[in-house]
């Protein structure tokens, strides 16, 4: 399984990005994110199929997670960032349980990963 992540830069507090992932199968995706010197943090969650999602409580509100099934593409749109937004974030599939989502570990597969920097 191959994912590719993209779609970050630098971008004014306030503001709004989407990132993507593309995928060569179809899996329950999640958006992880990772600050310097922090650990790798649970951003969002998007159900195998489609009918759920879920997001930590630092996003709920400015972050949605969506998927384009004809491309197997899964998207991360954030709105209204904050400089405390500003971390490399990954995308990361075939989660062994619904139950234990905020686990990187639980992951199979990961992205490479993009940055996200929000000025002040």
């Known amino acids: 399984v191959q994912l590719q992540a993209s779609g970050g830069g630098l971008v004014q507090a306030g503001g709004s990005l989407r990132l993507s992932c593309a995928a060569s199968?179809?899996?329950?995706m999640g958006w992880f994110r990772q600050a310097p010197g922090k650990e790798r943090e649970f951003v969002a969650l998007?159900?195998?199929?489609?009918?759920?999602?879920w997001y930590s409580d630092s996003v709920k509100g400015r972050f949605t997670i969506s998927r384009d099934s004809a491309k197997n593409t899964v998207y991360l749109q954030m709105n209204g960032l904050k400089p405390e937004d500003t971390a490399v974030y990954y995308c990361?599939?075939?989660?062994?349980?619904?139950?234990?989502?905020?686990?990187?570990?639980?992951?199979?597969?990961w992205g490479q990963g993009t940055l996200v920097t929000v000025s002040s």
């Open positions: 990361a599939a075939d989660l062994s349980s619904i139950a234990n989502m905020k686990n990187p570990d639980e992951y199979k597969y």
């Open positions: 199968a179809r899996y329950a």
């Open positions: 998007i159900s195998w199929s489609d009918d759920y999602t």
